[in-house]
């Protein structure tokens, strides 16, 4: 679904990304995991086209993403931070959106599923940090796309909209779509993660499956086993990196 080769990103002398090989599969949910600034969000800026690599090539599901803007109505994004016109309200923000992408998508549901029916005639700018991410996340689950990238989705959602997303995504999953999924809590990583990319200093530190992870560190936790894994450190790295 997702082919990445050879990306590299420098912002100014700051090299970010230096070398990212990886693919993802359709069907399956990648976590991207990695400490501040080991280039995440760079990753899937790319990715999207909203950061446009120094080298190398990405595909989305088989196009080359260089000069072709359609392949972005194949994805639904949830951005870490959303930017909303502020003086709207939520149906027409929704409204707004559904005239960018030309598509109806399904609000309806999901206004439900998250609680926010009260909130709908009320302008964004009123709103609690978490309504407005619960819009963020409506926004990136409503247009039925095929790829869908979350940027810390959870972060300021209560208990049961947690739970409801989780819910929804591994839905959208036994439907045969796929997720990168960034985030920093590991039990949501466990829970719904076929596979993790751990990002280190602008490289893949490790690839493989949750399991495969803890096995490989002999931990029993996702957390103590990712601490094993960077204590363990040059030593090891060679064998862990996938190139
Ligand atoms: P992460 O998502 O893993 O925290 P980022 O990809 O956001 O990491 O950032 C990696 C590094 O790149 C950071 O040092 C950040 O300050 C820098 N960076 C990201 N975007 C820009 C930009 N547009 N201009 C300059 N530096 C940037």
Known sequence: M???????????RLQVLKGINTQIEKGKIVAVLGPNGSGKTTLIKCILGLVIPDKGKIFVNGRDIKNDFNY?????YLPQIARFPENLNVTELFEMIRDLR??????????SIFGITDFLNKPLRSLSGGTRQKVNVILSLMFNPLLYIFDEPTVGLDPI?????????KKEKSLGKTALLV????????????E???????KIYYKGTPGEL????????????IARLLEAGGGQRQELVES
């Open 214 to 225: 803890k096995e490989s560190q002999k931990e029993n936790t996702l957390e103590k086993a």
């Open 196 to 202: 993790l990319i751990f990002l280190l200093e602008g």
């Open 183 to 194: 985030t920093h809590l590991l039990s949501e990583v466990d829970e719904l993660s076929d």
């Open 102 to 111: 030309k598509s109806e998508g399904n609000s309806e549901e999901l206004v």
């Open 72 to 76: 972005r109505n194949d994805i639904g």
């Open 161 to 169: 909209s947690r739970v409801r997303f989780k819910e929804w995504v």
């Open 2 to 12: 997702v082919e990445v080769t050879n990306i590299e990103k420098s912002f100014g």
